[in-house]
Nanobody, 116 residues
Framework: QVQLVESGGGSVQTGGSLRLSCVASGSFFRDLAMGWYRQAPGKRRELVARITISDSTWYADSVKGRFTMSRNNAENTVYLQMNSLKSEDTAVYYC??????????WGQGTQVTVSS
């Protein structure tokens, strides 16, 4: 089992930026696929971005060009740089890991609120 702890959430105005961090422990980080999900009230959880062990990345169309995911294997940490934030980005953001695809283990989540 992998333990994940997110941080970096908060409140920001439209157009602002936030950087989320996720620290992993309990497994070999460099062998894990990682992902960021988000869930807004009353909505289904959705995959925002993911990164492979070879640093290949994928982004949802809704965040492409605005969000950037990266990993630092030496620090067992994954990041999500969020720029040009919109009100529709408001959600609880979750870090997730998996052997081949994220979704096996989850963090507690960090709240991101974007106001107009």
């Amino acid at each position: 089992q992998v333990q994940l702890v997110e941080s970096g959430g908060g409140s920001v105005q439209t157009g602002g930026s936030l950087r989320l961090s996720c620290v992993a422990s309990g497994s070999f980080f460099r062998d894990l696929a990682m992902g960021w999900y988000r869930q807004a009230p009353g909505k289904r959880r959705e995959l925002v971005a993911r990164i492979t062990i070879s640093d290949s990345t994928w982004y949802a169309d809704s965040v492409k060009g605005r969000f950037t995911m990266s990993r630092n294997n030496a620090e067992n940490t994954v990041y999500l740089q969020m720029n040009s934030l919109k009100s529709e980005d408001t959600a609880v953001y979750y870090c997730s890991s998996g052997k081949r695809f994220p979704g096996d283990d989850w963090g507690q989540g960090t709240q991101v609120t974007v106001s107009s």
